[in-house]
């Protein structure tokens, strides 16, 4: 059957293939430990959902603005003013559903036909195949181990040319865990402050998963601060990944051209999360500090458990719920039934012969590593690896 010649610009995310794959071999009866898992393993807090609950009864279920309740927007400011100490109005936010959403208008918006984008590696899947969808150049720049995975200034300089358009990053980073400081993020700001056609998405879905202190956004520049679009939604903090909201702070020029489109692809986002979110936002954030504090009880155990397994090494996450460890040690190596070619080899081994699910780092940028999840509980984690190491004693 002939279908679009546009579904053949992007690959399907991998976090997403490796789910579907644990989910058949479980319908199977297999059991698979999810260690792919890019969401909380945590309940949506109490309050937040009395709160859904209270707008389904108050008859929240018609269409909403394709920007969002106006009372939402608003929270939003006040979020942002409360963590991080930004101002923004009403008309620099856009609410959509889910993140993800987010990224694509704004990509959509902002980049033309051949506009190059650089992105940092690793990073999350999507970006790169948002802007090949886009009819972007996704331009990637290499980081590594040495330098906690993140970009210097000189990197940064070197990259731009004058068809750079956007510049992609997340701090805390999904897969890595490394988050920037303010000393590294005003260094990058200093070069954008030289090249004032360049946009900059800060994704910061993970802010409140941060191990090493407040977040730090590269808004806080007010030279820079009209062309950094904020990436930001309640998935990870709030522990409400079904609720798919997500938003951008921006300069209004861009929240109007992401509205348009968005306005022709899913009009405003579900009412009754909106409402949810508005609760999510101002309330009490002792549910996610206590999901936070388990979350960092697991990256310690997980960091002692990676140090059993011979010939793996691995950074320490600073945020997110993820360790990236670099498994290149392995390649070439066999069972007497498989050779391991590369990370996607790896992972498919790992998934068939230790039923554990994980994600090859070629998806990330990084094709020497894999991203294992620690969303899962402790038992599972525990279990995970036991296999794990297992499996790769196999390995000779």
Known sequence: MQLSSRLQRFNEPETLKMAK??????AKGIDIIDLSLGE??????????????????????HYTPVAGYMDLREAICTKLKRDSNLDYKPENIITSTGAKQSIANLVMTIVDTNDEVIIPTPYWVTYSE?????EGIPVLVHTSLESGYKITPAQLEAAITPKTRLFMFSSPNNPTGSVYSKEELSGLAEVFKKYPDVFIMSDEIYEYINFVGKNESIAQFDFLKDRVVIVNGLSKGYAMTGYRLGYIAAHPDVVKGCEKLQGQFTS???????????????SDLRPTTEMVKEFERRRK???ELLKEIPGIVCSEPDGAFYVFPVVSSYFGKSDGQETIK????????????????????RAFGEPTCIRISFANSMEKIEEGYRRMKEAFLKLK
């Open 130 to 134: 948002i802007v090949k969808l886009s």
């Open 40 to 61: 909380p393993d945590f309940d949506t807090p109490v309050h937040i959902k009395e709160a859904a609950k209270k707008a389904v009864d108050d008859n929240y279920s």
């Open 268 to 282: 405003g986002t579900n009412a009754v999360t909106q409402r949810a979110a508005i609760t999510a936002l101002l």
């Open 342 to 361: 590369d990370a996607d080899d790896l992972c498919m081994y790992l998934l068939n012969k230790a039923n554990v699910s994980t994600v090859t780092g």
């Open 301 to 303: 155990r997980v960091l």
């Open 21 to 26: 794959l644990g989910r058949e071999l479980r």
